[in-house]
C-alpha cells in the first residue's frame, strides 16, 4: 500500500533517536514535511543531518512552558500541523518502594509530556484536521511481568485520555490514536541492554510470552504511525493499536 504525504506537515516529539528517528525518517520519506525535537542539542543536530538537514526544535515537552515554546517556533515556520507524534516515554526500571519522586518523574516523562504538546498546540491541530498519534505502551493495557508500576500507570491513563480525548477531537474532525507498542529492539533500548547483559533468560522470555516469538522493530511502529497520520485513516479515532508479536490479549 502507497501512501503519499506530500503536503502535510508533522512536528514528532522526542525523535532524535530511537523509535522517534525512524519515525520522523518514514513520514519524510514518504513525502511529510518533518520537524524533529528532543532535549539534546548534539543529538538533535546529528538527526536533523541525517534527515536532509530537517528543522529541529530544542526543548523539553515534559515541561509545559517549554511545550509551549516549542509549538510557537514550530509556528514561526509552518502554518498547519497535519501530524503530532508524541513520542517521549522511558519505561526504565526504577526503585517502586523509593519517594514519590519517582512516580511523579515517570508521569512526567510518559503522561504529560503527551498532553503538554496537545494542549499547546490545541488550536492549530483543530484548524489543521490533524492526526495525532501518542506512542504509549503494552504495559498500559494489562500487567506485564518485570514492567514499572509507574511507567505502567501512566501509559495507561495516556490510552484513556486518547479514547475520551476522541470525544472532544472528533467534533472538530481532528483525530487522535494511540500505538502501544511491545518488545521493541533498537540501540540503546532497554531490551538490547537485556540481550547483552541476560541473552539466555530475554530469549527465554520472549519465547514464552510472545506468541511470534520474536522481538518487534523501530519500523514495525513507523509504519503503523505511516498509516494513522494518512488520509486511508480518517473514519479512525480514539483507539489504540497494540504492536507486540501478540503479547497481551485484554485490549
Not at 509530556?113 to 484548524?127: F, V
Amino acid at each position: 500500500m502507497k501512501i503519499n504525504l506530500e503536503g502535510k506537515f508533522a512536528l514528532i516529539t522526542g525523535s532524535s533517536e530511537g523509535i522517534g528517528f525512524d519515525i520522523a525518517k518514514t513520514l519524510q520519506d514518504n513525502g511529510c514535511e518533518v520537524v524533529i525535537n528532543g532535549r539534546n542539542k548534539s543529538k538533535l543536530n546529528s538527526a536533523s543531518k541525517r534527515l536532509h538537514n530537517c528543522i529541529s526544535i530544542k526543548g523539553d515537552v515534559t515541561n509545559y512552558k517549554e511545550a509551549h515554546k516549542i509549538v510557537q517556533k514550530y509556528k514561526s515556520y509552518f502554518k498547519r500541523l497535519d501530524i503530532l507524534v508524541c513520542n517521549v516515554g522511558n519505561g526504565k526500571k526504577i526503585n517502586e518502594i523509593a519517594d514519590i519522586n519517582e512516580w511523579h518523574k515517570s508521569f512526567d516523562i510518559n503522561f504529560w509530556s503527551s498532553i503538554n504538546i496537545i494542549k499547546c498546540a490545541e488550536k492549530i491541530l483543530i484548524k489543521s484536521k490533524s492526526s495525532v498519534i501518542c506512542i504509549s505502551s503494552i504495559c498500559g493495557l494489562e500487567h506485564v511481568n518485570g514492567a514499572p508500576i509507574p511507567y505502567s500507570v501512566a501509559k495507561s491513563a495516556l490510552n484513556s485520555f486518547v479514547v475520551n480525548q476522541s470525544k472532544f477531537f472528533g467534533n472538530f474532525k481532528t483525530r487522535i490514536n494511540a500505538i502501544a507498542p511491545g518488545n521493541i529492539i533498537f540501540q540503546g533500548s532497554t531490551w538490547l541492554k537485556k540481550m547483552k547483559k541476560s541473552p539466555i533468560k530475554t530469549k527465554k522470555y520472549i519465547n514464552q510470552n510472545v506468541p511470534l516469538k520474536l522481538f518487534g522493530k523501530p519500523d514495525d511502529v513507523s509504519s503503523m504511525v505511516l498509516y494513522l497520520s494518512s488520509d486511508k485513516t480518517k473514519y479512525i479515532t480514539g483507539s489504540i493499536f497494540k504492536i507486540d508479536g501478540g503479547q497481551v490479549r485484554s485490549w
